[in-house]
């Protein structure tokens, strides 16, 4: 059980383009996702906290213009990449906190976005 | 300010050595706590979790951790590693609103 998706698990895109990754979980009801970012040899970077019906929250220092966030079910949660720029080149994972669970998140096998 | 903290970048340990890695946090009376694995391109997988009771914590793959309030650590071991165990293994605790906060990570190699 509690397992989580993610879609595409690797996409490559022109500069200047948007990408869109999608987060899944697909055997709980998840009214909190979480989307992290990872550079190579780094730890996990918390972006922004997605819930359910609502705006998602970002950390500071993350353009909400730039990184746009949809949870518009419970069970999916989307993260769009505009404009995508080299620099947005990274490893993107989501998580998911079962809305009748605990503190535990469920993690996706994570996106590599590589921007050209 | 770093809620949690992994002294050691990278550690190498013979195979069948024991091994610890270590994590120290610094947020919350009462911490929940993780411990992931990752291997390269992966996601990340959860080896254990302390949210309260016994201490001493068993998990997957033949490890444990034991959460000390005292020192403000929660350190994992393995008594005997495999090659397999070669990944990047990261600590977490849970922030407010269910966020996590990541230590920095322990590159573990696995010499034969």
């Known amino acids: 059980g509690a397992v989580v998706s993610q879609h595409p698990s690797r996409v490559i895109c022109k500069s200047g383009t948007s990408v869109k990754i999608e987060c899944r979980s697909l055997?709980?009801?998840?009214?909190?996702m979480f989307w992290y970012r990872q550079f190579p040899k780094q730890s996990l970077m918390l972006m922004a906290t997605s819930n359910e019906g609502s705006k998602a929250t970002y950390e500071q220092g993350v353009e909400k213009d730039k990184f746009l966030i949809n949870h518009a079910s419970l069970t999916l949660s989307t993260l769009t990449v505009t404009s995508a720029h080299p620099e947005d080149s990274s490893f993107y994972i989501c998580?998911?906190?079962?809305?009748?669970?605990?503190?535990?998140?469920?993690f996706g096998p994570g996106t590599r976005l590589t921007v050209t | 300010a770093q809620s949690v903290t992994q002294p050691d970048i990278h550690i190498t340990v013979s195979e069948g050595a024991s091994l610890e890695l270590r994590c120290n946090y610094s947020?919350?009376?009462?911490?929940?706590l993780f411990w992931y694995v990752q291997s390269p391109g992966q996601g990340l997988q959860l080896l254990l979790k302390y949210f309260s009771g016994d201490t001493l914590v068993q998990g997957i793959k033949g490890f444990e951790a034991e959460f000390k309030r005292s020192q403000s650590s929660f350190n994992l071991r393995k008594p005997s590693v495999h090659w397999s165990d070669a990944a990047e293994y990261f600590c977490?605790?849970?922030?407010?609103?269910?966020?996590?906060?990541f230590g920095a990570g322990t590159t573990v190699t696995v010499r034969a």
């Open positions: 947020y919350g009376a009462t911490p929940y």
């Open positions: 055997d709980f009801q998840a009214t909190t």
């Open positions: 998580s998911a906190k079962d809305a009748g669970g605990t503190y535990e998140q469920y």
């Open positions: 977490a605790v849970v922030l407010n609103d269910y966020k996590l906060s």
